[in-house]
């Protein structure tokens, strides 16, 4: 299903419930009063229908098995990538990552950052710190690690790289964690506490991202 075209988006078509942020640059920021982004033309998902491998034994409710898209599934135009006033410190090319409202910030020269939508972790997966870059990926293999498999056995024990991949087209691996920012070939994820405590983008957005960064670079999860 092709995705909405670009658009100029002057007021979101909704938007969650803040939490009080305790004024200062984080509220500037991410605040209700926060400034409006505006919509640089966005690529489109490399793979719009990528199904996920139903796993053998895998029941139904598990977060990890594969329903297709939903009907009628059309992408939050906030989630979109696009350029955004960014006022803070963050030196530029460090990457922010804004779990509670569901962006990634790549902080450019200028006052700004590209901002991506991204699925998170699920309640009781969450985390916060400062990692970089340790090595990046092209289409990952995946190999669940022990701790997963405790808890979803079904699983397969390893996953070659491709668009079926829970990992998709990209992947970046923060420091020597298991905690990864990847591609996903479930873009309706997108904008949701989903994961095990990895990041993930759409498969377009993350090519967009990997070209952008290097092995080194500051991540900061907030």
């Not at 909405?4 to 007021?11: G, L, N």
């Not at 309640?123 to 710190?129: D, I, K, L």
């Amino acid at each position: 299903m092709p995705e909405t075209p670009p658009m100029v988006v002057t007021q979101p078509a909704y938007a969650p419930a803040r939490p009080n942020l305790g004024g200062g640059f984080i509220e500037f920021l991410f605040g209700e009063h926060g400034p409006q982004p505006q919509v640089a033309g966005a690529p489109p998902n490399l793979y719009p229908r990528g199904d996920r491998p139903i796993y053998a034994n895998a029941p139904a409710a598990d977060p990890l098995y594969a329903p297709q898209a939903p009907q009628n599934y059309r992408m939050d135009p906030r989630f979109l990538r696009q350029e955004v006033v960014f006022d803070g410190d963050e030196a530029p090319g460090t990457i922010v990552i804004d779990t509670p409202n569901h962006f990634l910030y790549l902080v450019e020269e200028g006052g700004k950052a590209l901002r991506y939508g991204i699925g998170v972790a699920r309640p009781g997966f969450t985390w916060s710190g400062t990692h970089t870059i340790s090595s990046k990926k092209e289409w990952p293999d995946w190999v669940p690690p022990p701790e997963m498999l405790e808890r979803q056995p079904y699983l397969p024990h390893f996953m070659a790289g491709g668009p079926t991949n829970p990992l998709g087209a990209r992947a970046l691996y923060l420091g020597s964690t298991l905690y990864r920012i990847h591609g996903s070939n479930e873009p309706w994820t997108i904008g949701q506490n989903v994961s095990s405590g990895c990041i993930r983008m759409r498969n377009a957005d993350v090519v967009d991202l990997y070209s952008r960064v290097n092995v080194g670079t500051k991540v900061k999860v907030l």
